[in-house]
């Protein structure tokens, strides 16, 4: 091959070795021309760059001549400011050496004046104590006065209150002698009657009807009519003289019986009887309902008392204040009602104020909303002042022997007093007196 025989001949001439370095230098220069067109393209993208960078660096610049300045400015304007400033410490030193010396002054002026409030203090401290010893003794007097006070009003509600018992008492006692003279001729009228009827049974034996009263001699139809309801025989024919019907009434029972088919007395002792009648077909224009319902009542229960059942009442073991202790409780009757309390008798000839704020537990504005005129009640001894006579009670279910007081004005319990000899109140007395005989 030609090509091989060339290149030996070449090698053994030595052209090889300069063809490589040829070829080397021919590639290098390549790459040389490829980096160069690379660095143009550099260069043309760097330019913009360069040109911002060269303006950055002139503002550098700039600032930093800008800065210079800045700083030989402020240097000389903290040297003046160094200067003022130097100057106003001058001053400032010589105001306060100046102000030192008037707060010396006024230190001085200090401690006069503090011991001078120290001694207005000390005078001002004693002036207290004089005037908490005059408060003292003010408000001890005001307590006197209140006390003197409450007594002064406790006295006149008395004696308003006796005044106005005194008053009623005239005026009682006009109406009453008026009353006792009427009753007295009325008593005797009904004396010289029952002295009729009783002399016509001593004649003729007991009674054996209501209507044998008109035999008695001078009893008049009209004394027959209000008294024939209150008497009962009990022997009477009549079952209807035993009860309190009265004889005008007769008639309806003896026709309600007639209704019945049966007898009164039948009538009266059968409640089956009783409940078939219809008391509305008995209704007339003299006699009603009322009538007619109390009609039927007697002759539920003939004979029976009309009059209300009597309470009995007893004081407690004290009789004489001296027997009373505080925190006894005892039973006693209300005798007096006012603004400030109750007055209650409890069997000692004394009787004890409940003032209105022991009359109950809950707040009370007037007494006479708890307490009534004898009303019943019992009471705790809360204090005795037996050199007054005076005893203080209470209603309350735990009392508060804190708050009470021995009342000013103690109501003493009056003694009763006998009518006199001789006036009317002691005849009318007598008459009774015989009447019971």
């Known amino acids: 091959n030609s090509e ?24 290098k220069l390549d790459e040389t021309r490829r980096n160069l067109d690379r660095v143009r393209d550099i260069l043309a993208e760097i330019g913009p760059r360069v040109r911002q960078l060269e303006r950055q660096a002139q503002r550098t610049r700039d600032y930093a001549r800008l800065s210079t300045e800045v700083q030989s400015m402020q240097r000389t304007w903290f040297s003046y400011h160094w200067g003022q400033g130097q100057t106003a410490l001058r001053e400032a030193r010589r105001l306060a050496e100046a102000q030192t010396a008037a707060l010396t002054a006024r230190r ?4 006069d ?6 001694h207005v203090r000390q005078q001002q401290f004693e002036t207290r104590t004089r005037l908490a010893d005059w408060q003292r003794q003010s408000n001890a007097l005001h307590a006197q006065a209140e006390t003197f006070q409450r007594q002064l009003a406790v006295l006149e509600e008395r004696a ?11 005026i ?15 008593v005797a009228h009904a004396r010289a009657e029952l002295e009729a009827i009783v002399a016509r049974r001593d004649e003729k034996g007991p009674f054996r009807s209501r209507k044998e009263l008109l035999e008695v001699p001078g009893l008049g139809p009209k004394a027959f009519e209000q008294a024939a309801g209150f008497l009962r025989i ?7 003289d035993v009860s309190a019907v009265h004889p005008e009434s007769y008639a309806i029972v003896d026709r309600m019986a007639a209704d019945l088919g049966c ?16 008391i509305n077909q008995y209704v007339t224009e003299t006699v009603g309902l009322p009538t007619l319902n ?11 008392d009309p009059r209300k059942s009597f309470e009995s009442f007893s004081f407690g073991q004290a009789t004489e204040m001296k027997d009373l202790r505080p925190g006894m409780q005892l039973p006693g009757i209300v005798t007096n009602v006012t603004k400030f309390g109750a007055f209650v008798d409890i069997g000692v000839h004394q009787d004890g104020l409940v003032h209105i704020s022991q009359l109950s537990d809950r707040y009370v504005r007037d007494a006479a909303e708890v307490v009534k005129l004898h009303q019943q009640v019992m009471v705790t001894v809360l204090e005795v002042d037996r050199a007054r006579k005076r005893i203080a009670l209470s209603m309350k279910s735990v009392p508060d022997p804190r708050r009470s007081t021995v009342p000013e004005a103690t109501a003493g319990r009056r003694p009763a007093r006998l009518a006199p000899e001789g006036s009317m109140a002691g005849a009318l007395r007598d008459v009774l007196r015989s009447l019971k005989g």
């Not at 007697?298 to 029976?304: D, H, N, T, V, Y």
């Open 4 to 27: 091989e025989r060339r290149a030996l001949f070449e090698e053994a001439a030595g052209i090889a070795l300069y063809r490589h370095k040829r070829e080397d230098a021919l590639r």
């Open 108 to 111: 001085a002026a200090m401690s």
């Open 113 to 118: 004046l503090s011991h001078r409030i120290q």
């Open 160 to 170: 308003r209150s006796l005044q106005q018992q005194i008053d009623q008492t005239q």
């Open 172 to 186: 009682d006692q006009a109406a009453l002698e008026a009353e006792i003279t009427a009753q007295l001729d009325r």
């Open 234 to 240: 009990t022997n009477s024919p009549n079952p209807l």
């Open 263 to 278: 007898t009164v007395q039948a009538l009266m002792q059968d409640a089956g009887l009783r409940a078939r009648i219809d």
């Open 294 to 304: 109390d009609i039927m009542a007697e002759l539920a229960k003939p004979g029976r």
